[in-house]
Structures are given as structure tokens and as C-alpha cells.
């Protein structure tokens, strides 16, 4: 365990890239981080936080010039590709947010030069797979003490509270839409639960909840039903309007039991008997649902890297569930059960 | 209150028929139970558990020859309308059990009667409008406390242990379908919580848990997603194969908070902690789900029948209800979106 | 069941004496309410709300005039020694409310009275025995579900919206003290389901939510600690603070698993995700949490009558726990533990 | 943060040592793991597991030739007296084991040697004090959301599935019996959340769930009953026959608002519908509850060692704690009401 450490670096330091930056620095043994790259306004935390002293906003030259094993890269989704592009003919490993990018067609390229470099790590951001809960439900599964999955549910919820800057966000960016944005790793976790395919799906969206979403050519919860390949059905809800908190749920109906993942999204094991009634604080958003996630995860990426595995969920799976939420959004757009090809 | 009773009888001792004659004879004050109509078998329970002496298997030699003011009509789905139609042109007020019928004709015929005896009260039974649950949801979404409704999810999953039974039933008789059979309820409280119809909807359905119903012709789990026309999404799961017992849910997504009713449908307060780990025991049919509901919508027909009102769930919610529930299983059959035209 | 009715009074008007009447006039049939004794101002209720026109002041010429089968008692605690010996030397059966008086010498020669009738039913109102949470919780100890009984802990905690009115209650009454008032069904359960008696407490009390109750000699929170004569070790909570609403809990630790009663007082099956957190409504008051136990202790006492049976919990029941509570207030009065003689 | 590293060994590698051995390798960047001093079976897992080639079975040896800053103690309790002053006089920071040891005179001079290095940190593994569910409670008591506490409660329950080895243990070694072995954590807790001391207390203990306890002088369960020195009221219950897992429960009445911490020890955030009911998994020890808390108590430790900062919880903390377990097992064994000393 006490090897050599892999020399790391961090493209982008917004709320995730931040994240990444002190587990890899504070909560993990593996790496060493070397190098940041970000916008100028950030620098300025990694040096006095993180004591890190090579600092860039060229993420090329930081490749070029430091002597890096690996590089995280948690910068704007569309510039997904070409980052991860750049790494990986640069020699490094890369660990690549989620999703791969926004347009299929530089995603695409992404995917061919990921395959053309089988001996370098290429792990994406599932972390959900790195859940304890999530695991703890995906051994059940496999061991049939629910039986065969017949239904399930996916719901990708975000606080109320987030709702401005949301509107500010999306004004300014392509968010990929409701479903591109809430339910990516809803996508993933049904495809991973049930090892198969949607093929049709039927989706609405509405703004009932933020009308001022129209004028941006957003919606603030949309709803999927998908068919799969096997005929297992599927329900997809994503938002932004949990008056709550952050609701991540996952329902697997099994013909001989189910199986609910954060039904209610518990803080901690508090329960108050206020006069607001029997209540259970519930986290706020994905930093605190995932915390832990998040540090098993970029150790996954470590011993990935050091026993020369490629992670579980590969490019593929994220290029498919990529294609799935697309084709949800195309339903709704098109008002039509849309047929998906992956 | 201790005016003169209500003569009444009750039509159809089977499971659901022979809890309404044990609430009329000793759960209430308002009613006389005069006579019953059953078949054979079923008249002896009537005669020694009920005292019951006037007993018959032809319900109209029944309505003709006992001086009922009111009849319970809980016999054969297929048989309530002209059971209905016999008993309010002999003057009777009814309580009906649901739905209304199977064919949507013999039901217009129905209905037409009904709406030519406005004096004479018709009450179907949806008994959930009577559940303290609902009641107090419906009471905070009529006080704004959740806001504007966005999203509505209702589940109707019998017992997995009633599977069997529901085959012999099903092969004998027309269950009418999967959704009508067991969403029927949930339909009704989509649209008495919205205020608002569906227009259309997409519908799926599996045997994955219950191959042997594909024999005949009957599905073990449906999924249906439904458009209203105000925008609102609603997700309907009707299915039999519920391991842990009956789950009747329903969910309400407010753009200020969110109810769920029976998300787990407790037995009773009591809480095990044992090797199975923390364990709260629940329901396990509709009996013991609804047995309050039971008494209480006897108690508004009661009511009802001395204040000269007509209940607050018409014949066109049964109506509509019933309606909804074909479209639903039309788009099943014709895998297709379907219009929903009420 | 449609036999003679049993004709019964109530004497006593109060909040559960105006349960007890309108359970008895509308929710069940076993019995004919035929006549009351009130206070004046109580009376006026009875006759428009209950059609009742039999009505008294005075017990005693009620009892005279009146051709009754039955009585029940909810008069002041103080007069149930005098009003139940009036009664059973009437002939009458009785239901008298909880606990059986105040002082030991009026209660022991009511228990000498009941001895003395033993063909006339004589049934205390220790409801929770027929609460469907505990009996479900006492099959599973009879059946050995939770192996051999370790520890017991009760908690009998009132709203504390309802202190105003205590403070005013007890200015003007004997309350009997924390234990008395707030326990003596929690030392029903204790003895209940350990089938054991205590010999050993020690108390303790303060008023460190409602300062304002020393200057009339009550204490807001009290807590027992009990010796059961095999080992078995109990704690009472009682008090009149609860923020959230009524708390009735009981814990029963066994070597092979434990039960909790009423953990989280629900006040139905309903969930509510809002910016409060994740949220269950509670019961407010013994009126809710035990509406169904009032209904169902009644038609065991018809049954009792009918059947010629006494009930389970006999006059001693309710004679021992007194003595419990007043041990456990005498050990609160002298700081010293005390032995418990029954 | 990226300063020079903390040079440290650990002395004892049982369940505990290496949770702390692990936590110092892997899951922080403060600490160098230089060292460690174990039983010679358990010091070829630290080689291959850990990478250590220091490895010693004599402490004394260890402190004297390796270059330490600080020692992690977790070896016998009743050598943690003279391994704390060995290292101290050896001029190292110590992180120490709870309790503080088993017998009060060696305690006391490991005090005094505590006081004499004043600028040296001892820390001991009060580790709850990181759990957030704790954190989370304290902040909420401190910040007066539930008004002043009257009554708190705190159980601390092994499970089951352990006691043979406890058996063993107790057997072999003094374990310092129930209160000491389970609930000196309680203890400091009720001290942490009231601020206050208790001044009496009345025990009791049984051996019903494990009567073969009874040969080795062990009690099953405990339970204690503490008056504060400001009349707010405790209960301890301490025990090894969980059927379900781990219960480490604590209560807090307060005047407006109780908190409950782990009323349900929950593993996760999975919730299980099947034919056991609805079923929430629970942790199975110490191990699994607190795995957070450790990690975060030894980042505490080198915070405290870098900022020359003293631990919140002091030695005298420990000590009291240690004093107040003592009086409850005399408690049990005199069968009196025992006055605390401090």
C-alpha cells in the first residue's frame, strides 16, 4: 500500500472539481496532487487550502509541462472531450466526469480515442456504484433474494432552493436538459440493476413549479416510462423543486420483493419529536448524499490504476446512458414514443 | 340521531359483501339489516352469525317482497347494473360496490337510470374518499400546504400470496383487466386530488413474476403513465405479486412539498427489532387496509339517505374511472399512446 | 347478535364520558343508551346531540328511576368507590373508568363490594388492552417471538399544549400525582406482559419544563425505576411536555428480540416531505390514539354481560396498580427507595 | 495541509488497533504509520496489510528506537495507564483507548503524568464526539431548539451474535464489568449533552437472556438511574442481547423538543419490502456504527498536535466517566442507592 504515490492532477475546481481536490489531497493515501488547472478567480483557494503551488488555467500546458501519472478532469461538460482527448494521447489515466460530453458526435470521437489507448485507465464518474446503499441493493439483486426484477423506479430530484441558480446556469449553458441533467445516473442504475436495454420510451415534462423555466427553454420535472428490452418496465422522474431536500430514490420491484434506495434521504440516524411532528432531517444536496461516494470512488481509480483494471462501468455505459436520456428528451420535444437506439 | 332506521338489505355475501353486512349489523346504529340475497352456501353465515332469517337468492323476489328503503349491491361486477337498475325503479336507494360494470353499455344504462331517480341516492363505493389518510391529505392540498400539484403516482399491488386465487378467479370470469382491476381506486383519487382528466396515456405490462397468467390473457403487473390537461404527469402500477403485503400508495408532488400515503402500509404502531433486522409489520389486504373506510362511507350513505344529499363521488366519477381504466388497457393491447375520450 | 339490547347510563359527561356516550349511541349495537347524569351544563349536549331525555344531576335517583341493566361510570375519580358500590347494590352491571379512586380505604371497600356481586360484571377501563398495537405485541410474547422478557419501559408523556389546562385542573383537584395521573396504564402493561409484579422503586421528579407546577405541588416529568419480583427491570417515564403531541411508548427488551409500541405516535399512514424535513403527523391526545380501543373495550363489555364472563383485567388490576403508582410518588416524596407491598 | 508528516506508531493491533491502523494508512494524509507493537501473530498483518517492516512486541523497545511523535494506545485496558506514561515521559503525544484503564490508582497517576506534560496532547477515543449524528444533536441542544433538557436516555446494547466471545473474554480477563464494558460512552455523552454531574444513582442487572454469565460474576443487562446535580434525570441501559445488531441509542427530552440518535441503527439508506414486513437493515457493531467517527477523531488528533491544541473531552472527562461506571456496578452490588463522588 505504501508504494510510490500517483502524481495527479485537477482540470477544474467548481463545486465537484473541488470536491475531488481536497479527498485527494485530505481522505486518500495514492495520490499525489501536483497540479491544479482552473479559472484564475480558483486558483487562489488550491494554493492557500490545498498548499498546492502549480497552478495553471491552460489545461495543455499543464499536461505538458508537469510530470503527471493521471489527471481528473471536472471542467465544463462540453469540454469533456477534448480534455479527455488531449490526456489520454498525453500518456495519462483519466478519471472523466459525468456525463462524457454534450454532442454525440465529439463524444464519439472521445469513445474511439479512449479504445485506442487500451492500457491507460479511462474511469467516468458513476459514482453511485461506489454507494454503500447501492452496493448493499446490487448484491441483493444478484443473489435473487428479490427475485426478477419486474418494475422499477428512478427518481433524480434536486433541492428547491437551487432553483435560482439553476435559471442562472441554464441561461447561460446548455444543460443538456431535464433528463440529461437529473436522470444520468438513474439511466445508469437501471441499466446496471437490470443488466438490460430500454428500447421505447413515452416522456413529459412540465413547469409547473417555475414557470420562468419556459422563457429558457427548460423544463423543471420531467417523467419518462421506458420499456426494456426484456420487458421490464422503467419510470424515470427528474426535477428541481424538493421542497426537502435532495431526493435520490431508486425502487426495484422484484417478483419476490423490493427494494427501496433513499426513500427518504436521512442526514443521519436523528430522528426530533417537535411540535413540526415526528421528523428526519434529510441531506440537502448530492455533495452531502455522495460524500463518501466521492472518496471511494477516486480510490477505485488508484487501485485501477496500480492493478491495471479498467473500472466496471465503462465509456460505453456512459455513451449509452448518454443516448437514453436524449432520446427522453426527444419524446417530450416530439410528444411521441420515441424508439432508442444504442 | 336515534330516529327511525334505514331497512336494508345486502346483495352479495361474498368477501367484500359479507364485511358491509358485519358493519351494518354492529357498527352502526343507522341501519336495520332486513334480508340478504347470496348464493346458498353463503346464507347460513347470514342466518347464524347475523341472525338473519329472511334469506333469498333471487334479489328481485328480494326487492319485491321485503319493504327495504335501501339495498347494498355487492354481487357480481357484471350484474350491478341491472341490479342497480331493478332496485332504484322499485324505489330503493343503493349503494353500489365498484365499478360499475364491465361493458360500457349496460353502465349507460345505468347511469341514465340513476339520473332519472334523482331523489333516490346512488352511492358507489369508493371507499378511499372515506380513508383518514387521504382525508387529511386531500385536506392539506385543498389548504395549499404542498402547492400546485406536478406529479401524481398511485400503486395498487395485491398480496403476492393472493396470486393463486386471483388466477382461479380470473379464469372463471373477466377480471376486466389489470388496470380496472386494480387501479380503479387509484384513478379516481388522481382525479378527486387534480381536480383535472387525463387525455392520454402509455401503457405497459409484464408477466415476469407470474408467467402462468399469460394463459389467460391477464397481466401480473401494468404501468401506466398519464398525461392531464393541465399538464400534470401522473404514473399509475397495478400489479399482484407484492411479497411483504397489500401496498396501496399514492404520492402527490407539490412545487412547496410532497405526500405520500401508505408508503409503507403499517399494521399497526408496533416496531420489531429483531434478527430480521428493524421491522414494522404491515397490511395485508384490503380488509384490513380499508376496515375503517368500510364503516365509515356506511355511515355517509346514512347520512346521506336522512339529509336527502347525493354523495360527493357521482356516477360520472365511476363513470370516468372506468373509462380511464379501458384506455389504459387498450394501449397495452394496441401498444400504442391512446387518447383518452370521457 | 340482534338480541335485547342492554340498557345502559352513563353517569359523567366529561371528555371521556362524552366518548363513552357517543360510542355507545352510534358505534355499536349491543346496547340501549337510555339515560345520563351530568353536570347541568352537560346535559344540554346529551339531549341534542345523543336524543337523549332521561337526564339526571343526581346519580343516585338516575340509578332509582331508571329500569337499567348497566352503568357506566366516568364521573370524577373521587366518587368511582361510591358510585360503583351504589350501583352494583342496584343490581347493575358496571364499567368504571380508571384508576379506581383516589384514596386506598374508599377503593378497598369498592373492591369488597365488586367481591360481594360476583354474578354482576364489574370492568375497569384499562383500554389499552384492546388497543390492536399492544394485543398484536402480546401475542408475539405469548408466542415466545421475543424470547424471555429483560427489560420494560414505558413512557406516558402529554401534549404540552395541554398543560395550561392541568395546571388549572389540578389547582382546583388531586391529581394523585405524576405516576397516577399519567402511569397507571403503563403499570397496567408493565404487569400485563411480564406477568410479574414490582417489589422495589425508585423515583424521581422535576419540573424543569413547567417551574410554574411547584407552587401546587405537582411535578411535570417524573420517572420510576422498578424491581420485578424474577429480575425483570422496568422504567416509567411520565410527564406533560411532549412538543410533538401524545406519546405512549412501551419498549419490551426480550432475549430474542425486543418490541416497541407507539415509538413514533403516528397519527396515520401518511409521509410528508417538505422544507421541515421528512415528516409523519402525530397523534394529539388519548381521544385519538385510542379511539378504537374506547369503541372496542365497550363491546367487551357487552360481550362480558351477555356472556356472563367477568374481564381479564379484574378489579385487583386496577387495586395493584394504584399501590404501584402511589409507591413510586412516595419514593419521589421521601428520596429513598421503596418496597412495594400489593 | 501538505506540511511534514506526523511520525507515529501504534501499540496493540486487536479489532480496534487496527481500525486505527488502517484509518492512520489509508484514509489520511497527516500521519506516517512508522511502527507498531502487537501480539507476534498480529504483526505479519501489519507487514503484508500495511507495508510496516517496524514491528516490535515490546513497546518500551519501540518508543525507545524509533524517532515517534506521537503513539496510538490500544492495547489492554489495564496497561493503559503505563503505557500513556512511559510514552509522555518518552516526550510523544498520545491517543488513548477508553477507558482510561480499570483500577482508579494507576488511573490517577496516569493523570497526574497527563498534567505534568502539559504541552504534549493526550487525546482519548471518545470517538462519538465525531459521529455527526452526535455533532449534529449537540449543536441543536446548544442551540436551544429544544429548550432545557429534563430527562435523557442512553443505551448502549451488544449484539447477540457476540456474547460467546464475550463470554470468553470476561472469562479471561476483567472485562470492569456491565456499566464500565458498555456504557462509559453513554456516560460521557450524558455528562457532554447536560453539562452537568450526576450526584446519585440506583442500579439494577440481570442475567436473564444469558444465565451462563452468572459463573464468571457478569450481568447480562444493566440498567442505572441517575439523579444530575440539577434534577434533570438519566437512565443507562447497558446490555449484549440485541437480537437485530448494534443499538447505540440516546435520547434527549428537552422542554421543547426530544432528539433521538440511532432509535433505529440503520446501515444504510435501503429500505426492504419483503414477506419479514418492511425491514430496515441495521449495523452489527461498533465497527460499522462508528467507522466514521474514528477516521474523524484521528484527524482531530493531528489537528490538535499541529495547532497545539487540547482535546474538548479531558482526561478528567475520562476519569469521571470511569468513576460514575464504578458507582453504578456497586449499585448493583450493594443494592443501595450509591452517591457519586467526582
Same mark, same amino acid.
Given at each position: 500500500m505504501n508504494n510510490k504515490k500517483i502524481r495527479v492532477a485537477i482540470i477544474g475546481l467548481g463545486r465537484l472539481g473541488a470536491i475531488h481536490a481536497k479527498n485527494v489531497a485530505e481522505q486518500n493515501n495514492d495520490f499525489d496532487l501536483i497540479a491544479v488547472c482552473a479559472a484564475e478567480e480558483q486558483l487562489k483557494w488550491a494554493k492557500t487550502q490545498l498548499g498546492i503551488s502549480a497552478t495553471y488555467t491552460d489545461y495543455r500546458k499543464m499536461i505538458d509541462e508537469e510530470q503527471l501519472d493521471a489527471v481528473f478532469i471536472v471542467g465544463p461538460t462540453a469540454l469533456h472531450p477534448e480534455m479527455t482527448i488531449y490526456a489520454l494521447n498525453a500518456g495519462l489515466h483519466v478519471f472523466c466526469e459525468k456525463p462524457l460530453g454534450v454532442d454525440l458526435q465529439s463524444v464519439n470521437e472521445m469513445v474511439q480515442t479512449i479504445h485506442s489507448h487500451p492500457k491507460q485507465i479511462f474511469q467516468s464518474g458513476f459514482m453511485r456504484r461506489f454507494d454503500s446503499s447501492y452496493l448493499y441493493a446490487k448484491k441483493m439483486v444478484e443473489n435473487g433474494e428479490i427475485g426478477k426484477i419486474i418494475y422499477i423506479r428512478g427518481y433524480g430530484i434536486d433541492p428547491l432552493s437551487g432553483i435560482e441558480s439553476f435559471t442562472k446556469f441554464a441561461t447561460a449553458s446548455d444543460s443538456g436538459g431535464i433528463f440529461l441533467d437529473m436522470n444520468i445516473h438513474d439511466i445508469d442504475l437501471v441499466r446496471w440493476f437490470t443488466g438490460h436495454e430500454p428500447v421505447r420510451t413515452? #416522456? !413529459? #415534462?412540465?413547469?409547473? #413549479? #417555475?414557470? $420562468? !423555466? $419556459? +422563457?429558457?427553454? &427548460?423544463? &423543471?420535472t420531467g417523467v419518462a416510462q421506458l420499456e426494456m428490452d426484456d420487458g421490464v418496465i422503467a419510470t424515470l422522474v427528474g426535477g428541481r423543486h424538493a421542497a426537502h431536500g435532495y431526493q435520490v430514490e431508486l425502487e426495484i420491484m422484484g417478483s419476490n420483493g423490493w427494494i427501496r434506495i433513499g426513500e427518504h434521504p436521512e442526514k443521519n440516524l436523528v430522528t426530533l419529536f417537535t411540535n413540526k411532528g415526528v421528523v428526519r432531517p434529510v441531506v440537502q444536496d448530492f455533495v452531502e448524499r455522495f460524500s463518501q461516494a466521492f472518496i471511494d470512488e477516486i480510490k477505485a481509480f488508484a487501485a485501477n490504476i496500480k492493478n491495471k483494471t479498467q473500472p466496471e462501468a465503462t465509456v460505453e455505459d456512459g455513451l449509452k446512458a448518454l443516448k437514453i436520456a436524449k432520446a427522453c428528451? +426527444?419524446?417530450?420535444?416530439?410528444?411521441?414514443?420515441?424508439?432508442?437506439? !444504442?
Open positions: 413515452w #416522456a !413529459l #415534462a412540465n413547469n409547473i #413549479a #417555475a414557470p $420562468e !423555466l $419556459e +422563457k429558457i427553454n &427548460e423544463y &423543471e428528451q +426527444k419524446s417530450v420535444d416530439t410528444n411521441q414514443i420515441v424508439d432508442i437506439k !444504442l
